[in-house]
């Protein structure tokens, strides 16, 4: 789910009665395929070589610029044709730096001058490619960059942000506002004294950084800073390129590059894995795009009339299953982890990918980095013609190989179904969600004890616990305090923070990969706009004056990823562990929840624990197995050394809270 630009839907069907999408009588299928892997521009001190695919041109052009933007060319070229589809040509200069553009000849008519599809540099607003010397944008102390440890997916803790939210208030305390280098900031505080910024991260406790799309996107003019001009980026222009509204200068292509680094740099030291939201999708327009310019149609999927597809609500739908495309897509990802040092993955609307090119991917990404964490959106926004059962969708994804889907179920069960924002959820009471809460908890995995006719997912569908995103809130919609304000109106705001908590209590206890939205430990709100992908800041960004409101909030959350990360029973790595390990107990007290994770899952200290989680706005007796227990969560705080010992037979468990229990006999 996101935002649908109605704009580009109709600019792609008006598109339809213009293009030719397989020229002369015969298919994309007949379209040769190339296998090298030097597409795009390739730089040596001594020689540069241009090489493209344009299978139906019958002329290329360069043309090479001295800046990214204006002024007249310095130079013409044209290239040569070779075999497969391949156009290119070697010059014999040193040519770092300097700005180009491609134009082909189709149908005895010139495109409009574009980079490349494979462009790694680009000038402002990415209308120009640049040649780039990519060691020389490197930082100090970039060859010694070292991932942090990473045993099992499972032992995972995302955190979803955008570059500007983070570190736009004018109270973050932050220097370079709304950039990269603002997650490169340490000792950053609010006027509070707050941490904020990257320090804040650090001390939520979280293991990766989710970045929401990040490379080269259309909707923001570069050259215009102080239009404050916002977007979240799903909107992609140059897929290899960081976003130059990013950088502190976005019109010299190697500052983004170099900044990109810096800011991975210093999350990795401060213990910190990054994850890129890539939107291999659909691109920010038809016409425009670098696509059309080499290959028109071809990278796009169409209907059986001819007509564009829309999987993904935005007025074109990228063709992954097409060879090139497919290459294209492999190629772009680990170029993303070999020059980046990218930790991870994260594909938009990744059902309208089909199975064998996420495969592929995961495949190529993990040949070079077993611990690259790839995941997902398993569904479309719209119809496809990619049959179903080839589609990388929730319900496939045991069929795909180290990909993880988030679980929609345990979100809408939690706070009530996406599209209807009155529906409580389990959290405000809602006792019929009981099945599709203890769905997420074990993962999306098979179980005997979750009775799936009741749970929103019929069946389960991931393969192991970590093709599972546990997760309540993200990017898209409401916000999750918001989203409860909405659908309990006349609840108190004492009453929302328990439901805030006791949500988020369940994600980070459950099985599975843990997901946050960056702000929901200070109680997030974007006023109540769902869809804020152009709002603005005063909208979107992090109020750092929230965490000093809220600070028993975000030191609940705080203690709650203490205790995940304290506590391997809660993030098992196999079905078989969970399904031997824990087990729901039958309280015979509709909506609310307990289970017992026993015998040290998983290595844990603890011999056996106990959660309990009680949706209910009122207290509720529930007797406790045999033994001595001592409590570390009450609903309201976290204390891993334990808030009370020795609790035996029938305890009372506040309303809308969370306990968690153990005992070492």
Same mark, same amino acid.
């Not at 991260?201 to 923001?220: A, Q, R, Y």
């Given at each position: 789910?996101?935002?649908?630009?109605?704009?580009?839907?109709?600019?792609?069907?008006?598109?339809?009665?213009?293009?030719?999408?397989?020229?002369?009588?015969?298919?994309?299928?007949?379209?040769?395929?190339?296998?090298?892997?030097?597409?795009?521009?390739?730089?040596?001190?001594?020689?540069?070589?241009?090489?493209?695919?344009?299978?139906?041109?019958?002329?290329?052009?360069?043309?090479?610029?001295?800046?990214?933007?204006?002024?007249? !060319?310095?130079?013409?070229?044209?290239?040569?044709?070779?075999? *497969?589809?391949?156009?290119?040509?070697?010059?014999?200069?040193?040519?770092?730096?300097?700005?180009?553009?491609?134009?082909?000849?189709?149908?005895?008519?010139?495109?409009?001058?574009?980079?490349?599809?494979?462009?790694?540099?680009?000038?402002?607003?990415?209308?120009?490619?640049?040649?780039?010397?990519?060691?020389?944008?490197?930082?100090?102390?970039?060859?010694?960059?070292?991932?942090?440890?990473?045993?099992?997916?499972?032992?995972?803790?995302?955190?979803?942000?955008?570059?500007?939210?983070?570190?736009?208030?004018?109270?973050?305390?932050?220097?370079?506002?709304?950039?990269?280098?603002?997650?490169?900031?340490?000792?950053?505080k609010s006027p509070d004294g707050e941490p904020t910024?990257?320090?804040?991260?650090?001390?939520?406790?979280?293991?990766?950084?989710?970045?929401?799309?990040?490379?080269?996107?259309?909707?923001?003019?570069?050259?215009? /800073?102080?239009d404050n001009k916002y977007n979240w980026g799903y909107?992609?222009?140059?897929?290899?390129?960081?976003?130059?509204?990013?950088?502190?200068?976005?019109?010299?292509?190697?500052?983004?590059?170099?900044?990109?680094?810096?800011?991975?740099?210093?999350?990795?030291?401060?213990?910190?894995?990054?994850?890129?939201?890539?939107?291999?999708?659909?691109?920010?327009?038809?016409?425009?795009?670098?696509?059309?310019?080499?290959?028109?149609?071809?990278?796009?999927?169409?209907?059986?009339?001819?007509?564009?597809?829309?999987?993904?609500?935005?007025?074109?739908?990228?063709?992954?299953?097409? /060879?090139?495309?497919?290459?294209?897509?492999?190629?772009?990802?680990?170029?993303?982890?070999?020059?980046?040092?990218?930790?991870?993955?994260?594909?938009?609307?990744?059902?309208?990918?089909?199975?064998?090119?996420?495969?592929?991917?995961?495949?190529?990404?993990?040949?070079?980095?077993?611990?690259?964490?790839?995941?997902?959106?398993?569904?479309?926004?719209?119809?496809?013609?990619? /049959?179903?059962?080839?589609?990388?969708? *929730?319900?496939?994804?045991?069929?795909?190989?180290?990909?993880?889907?988030?679980?929609?179920?345990?979100?809408?069960?939690?706070?009530?179904?996406?599209?209807?924002?009155?529906?409580?959820?389990?959290?405000?009471?809602?006792?019929?969600?009981?099945?599709?809460?203890?769905?997420?908890?074990?993962?999306?995995?098979?179980?005997?004890?979750?009775?799936?006719?009741?749970?929103?997912?019929?069946?389960?569908?991931?393969?192991?616990?970590?093709?599972?995103?546990?997760?309540?809130?993200?990017?898209?919609?409401?916000?999750?305090?918001?989203?409860?304000?909405?659908?309990?109106?006349? !609840?108190?705001?004492?009453?929302?923070?328990?439901?805030?908590?006791?949500?988020?209590?369940?994600?980070?206890?459950?099985?599975?990969?843990?997901?946050?939205?960056?702000?929901?430990?200070?109680?997030?709100?974007?006023?109540?706009?769902?869809?804020?992908?152009?709002?603005?800041?005063?909208?979107?960004?992090?109020?750092?004056?929230?965490?000093?409101?809220?600070?028993?909030?975000?030191?609940?959350?705080?203690?709650?990823?203490?205790?995940?990360?304290?506590?391997?029973?809660?993030?098992?790595?196999?079905?078989?562990?969970?399904?031997?390990?824990?087990?729901?107990?039958?309280?015979?007290? /509709?909506?609310?929840?307990?289970?017992?994770?026993?015998?040290?899952?998983?290595?844990?200290?603890?011999?056996?624990?106990?959660?309990?989680?009680?949706?209910?706005?009122?207290?509720?007796?529930?007797?406790?197995?045999k033994g001595n227990w001592t409590m570390v969560t009450?609903?309201?705080?976290?204390?891993?050394?334990?808030?009370?010992?020795?609790?035996?037979?029938?305890?009372?468990?506040?309303?809308?809270?969370?306990?968690?229990?153990?005992?070492?006999?």
């Open positions: 789910m996101r935002y649908i630009n109605f704009a580009l839907v109709i600019a792609s069907l008006v598109l339809l009665t213009s293009v030719k999408f397989a020229g002369q009588g015969y298919s994309f299928a007949d379209y040769p395929v190339y296998t090298g892997t030097d597409l795009g521009v390739n730089y040596a001190p001594l020689k540069t070589t241009f090489k493209v695919w344009a299978p139906t041109a019958s002329a290329v052009k360069l043309r090479l610029y001295d800046a990214g933007d204006g002024g007249n !060319a310095i130079a013409t070229f044209d290239l040569l044709k070779g075999g *497969k589809g391949i156009w290119a040509l070697t010059i014999d200069k040193n040519l770092k730096n300097k700005y180009y553009t491609f134009q082909v000849m189709r149908d005895g008519q010139w495109s409009s001058e574009r980079p490349d599809s494979y462009a790694k540099a680009v000038g402002v607003n990415g209308n120009r490619g640049m040649v780039v010397d990519l060691a020389s944008t490197d930082p100090k102390g970039w060859k010694n960059d070292k991932k942090p440890a990473l045993k099992n997916f499972t032992d995972i803790i995302l955190y979803e942000l955008h570059i500007r939210d983070i570190s736009i208030d004018p109270n973050s305390g932050i220097k370079n506002k709304g950039k990269f280098l603002g997650l490169t900031e340490s000792g950053t910024g990257l320090d804040h991260i650090k001390e939520l406790g979280v293991t990766h950084v989710h970045l929401l799309p990040s490379f080269d996107f259309n909707s923001v003019d570069e050259t215009k /800073p102080q909107d992609p222009l140059n897929y290899n390129a960081p976003e130059g509204s990013y950088s502190t200068n976005p019109y010299d292509g190697n500052i983004r590059i170099r900044e990109f680094k810096q800011m991975v740099q210093a999350l990795h030291k401060k213990g910190l894995r990054v994850i890129l939201d890539v939107v291999y999708n659909h691109t920010s327009d038809v016409k425009g795009s670098n696509f059309t310019a080499f290959a028109p149609g071809y990278f796009y999927r169409q209907n059986a009339d001819g007509s564009y597809s829309n999987g993904t609500g935005c007025g074109n739908e990228v063709a992954s299953e097409r /060879p090139m495309v497919r290459k294209f897509m492999i190629e772009s990802v680990l170029y993303w982890a070999k020059e980046y040092h990218l930790d991870g993955f994260r594909f938009d609307l990744m059902g309208t990918h089909d199975i064998e090119t996420m495969n592929q991917i995961s495949a190529a990404l993990h040949k070079i980095d077993p611990t690259i964490y790839i995941y997902g959106e398993g569904w479309t926004a719209g119809n496809t013609p990619l /049959p179903e059962e080839k589609r990388a969708i *929730k319900k496939n994804i045991s069929k795909v190989n180290k990909v993880a889907a988030f679980s929609d179920d345990i979100r809408d069960g939690l706070k009530g179904g996406w599209n209807n924002l009155k529906e409580k959820g389990f959290v405000s009471g809602n006792a019929d969600k009981t099945e599709s809460v203890k769905f997420g908890i074990v993962a999306s995995t098979s179980n005997k004890q979750v009775n799936y006719k009741l749970a929103s997912s019929k069946a389960p569908w991931a393969a192991e616990p970590y093709q599972t995103i546990t997760y309540v809130s993200c990017h898209d919609d409401n916000t999750l305090f918001d989203r409860l304000k909405i659908s309990n109106p006349t !609840a108190t705001e004492d009453e929302l923070i328990k439901m805030d908590k006791l949500a988020n209590a369940v994600v980070l206890t459950s099985q599975g990969v843990s997901f946050l939205h960056s702000g929901a430990e200070l109680l997030r709100t974007k006023q109540g706009i769902a869809n804020s992908f152009e709002s603005p800041d005063s909208i979107n960004q992090i109020d750092w004056s929230r965490k000093t409101k809220y600070k028993a909030v975000f030191e609940y959350y705080k203690g709650l990823v203490a205790l995940r990360k304290a506590h391997p029973a809660f993030r098992m790595p196999s079905t078989e562990m969970i399904q031997k390990h824990l087990k729901f107990v039958e309280t015979g007290i /509709p909506g609310l929840i307990a289970y017992r994770i026993n015998d040290n899952a998983n290595g844990d200290s603890w011999k056996n624990i106990m959660v309990i989680l009680n949706g209910n706005a009122t207290a509720q007796s529930v007797k406790l197995p009450d609903g309201q705080r976290v204390k891993l050394s334990g808030i009370k010992a020795n609790l035996t037979g029938s305890v009372a468990i506040g309303g809308t809270a969370a306990w968690v229990l153990y005992k070492n006999e």
